[in-house]
């Protein structure tokens, strides 16, 4: 039973638009939301994270909004580009240990 | 600067054979964990290190073994290979904060 469900599976856009993927979680212990990136053949990177005190973090064309009354928090990706087709997966974490709860992750594809 | 890095990129196994995935990072970081990533479920944490000597169970660990004797290297032993195991495989190491997970390139597994 995945503790961070991620959705959409996947998501088609084009060059310029906005992309947006959401997560859900249920254990309110944690404290720690990043979002990595995948590229095929490749291991996930970090993208952007953020904590529960903070609503909104923002980083370049990434910006992650965070509900926390909602246990919810969602990536958008603006004027988004050919090279940002790649797979995302939300993630959570607590108490620093190093140790993550990945979603199912969302395959982004940006035509040109 | 290598990072995270996993041997072998590839390997097919026969059920019941038995094999190490390597992995070794050059960061000096503490927390070390494996994840094994199927379609559609993300990443899972199968076990993971907060030091040499220290190991811990995660998400899916029946089925491996890891064992952790220096801060470079955590290798994860498969005991008797199943189909079920047919995966891709992500070492990973984690800053002192536990706040990035930085990802080797993955090892391919196949069991038939």
């Known amino acids: 039973q995945q503790q961070v469900k991620q959705s959409p599976q996947s998501l088609i856009v084009q060059k310029g638009g906005i992309s947006i993927i959401n997560c859900a979680y249920e254990?309110?212990?944690?404290?720690?939301f990043p979002w990595y990136q995948q590229f095929p053949g490749k291991g996930p990177a970090l993208l952007i994270a953020i904590r529960p005190d903070v609503s909104e973090k923002k980083e370049g064309r990434f910006t992650i909004s965070f509900n926390k009354s909602a246990k919810q928090f969602s990536l958008h990706i603006m004027d988004s580009q050919p090279g940002d087709s790649a797979t995302y997966f939300c993630?959570?974490?607590?108490?620093?240990?190093?140790?993550?709860?990945f979603g199912a992750g969302t395959q982004v594809v940006v035509t040109p | 600067n290598a990072g995270v890095t996993q041997t072998p990129k590839f390997q097919v196994l026969k059920t019941g054979q038995s094999m190490t995935l390597q992995c070794a990072q050059d960061?000096?970081?503490?927390?070390m964990s494996w994840y094994r990533q199927d379609p559609g479920m993300g990443l899972r944490l199968i076990h993971y290190s907060v030091g040499a000597g220290i190991t811990d169970q995660g998400e899916v660990p029946n089925g491996y073994n890891v064992s952790r004797s220096t801060t470079e290297d955590f290798p994860l032993r498969l005991l008797s290979a199943a189909p079920s195991q047919t995966s891709v495989y992500f070492c990973?190491?984690?800053?002192?904060?536990?706040?990035?997970?930085?990802f080797g390139q993955g090892t391919r597994l196949t069991v038939v």
């Open positions: 960061m000096n970081h503490e927390y």
């Open positions: 254990n309110t212990a944690f404290d720690y």
């Open positions: 993630a959570a974490s607590r108490g620093g240990w190093g140790k993550f709860q």
């Open positions: 990973a190491s984690s800053n002192d904060r536990g706040t990035e997970a930085f």
